[in-house]
């Protein structure tokens, strides 16, 4: 499911193309309004647990897409660390992405590793075998 980036926008009071230091301010300051242990004298509704949940969770997708894009989700440009602009990228830090089907497209992580484990797991076997020969 997809994370509806403008709501959580409109429940921080935030344009989408605030910075992320403003962003996380208003995030703390709205987590602090609906954590429980912030309402002891109060007993906590389903609501506001949903609410908590759901905020914490688009919090995530934010951050993930600020560091994936270096900007807000929804805005028109990139801000630097204290908001006042483009914010300038190091070209080489960028990395071509393979078109799909490319030879020259790495295997995933976790199955690279399998190789690698069973690779120096059959090369111990090997030298096991060959001290229980001599």
Not at 9 to 26: H, I, N, Q, R, V
Not at 42 to 60: D, G, K, R
Request: proline residues 11%.
């Amino acid at each position: 499911m997809e994370p509806d980036f403008s709501l959580i926008y409109s429940d921080l009071d935030l344009p989408p193309d605030c910075s992320l230091e403003e962003f996380k301010c208003a995030y703390r300051r709205r987590v602090a309004e609906l954590h429980p242990d912030r309402k002891v004298d109060l007993p906590s509704s389903p609501e506001a647990e949903a609410a908590l949940t759901t905020l914490i969770a688009t919090y995530v997708e934010v951050n993930r897409f600020h560091s994936r894009y270096g900007r807000m989700p929804g805005a028109t440009s990139p801000r630097s660390a204290n908001g006042n602009g483009p914010r300038s990228v190091n070209p080489a830090s960028r990395l071509p992405v393979p078109a799909p089907g490319d030879s020259t497209e790495q295997p995933d992580g976790p199955t690279w590793r399998l190789v690698i484990i069973f690779a120096v797991l059959l090369v111990l076997l090997m030298s096991l075998e060959t001290l229980a020969l001599q």
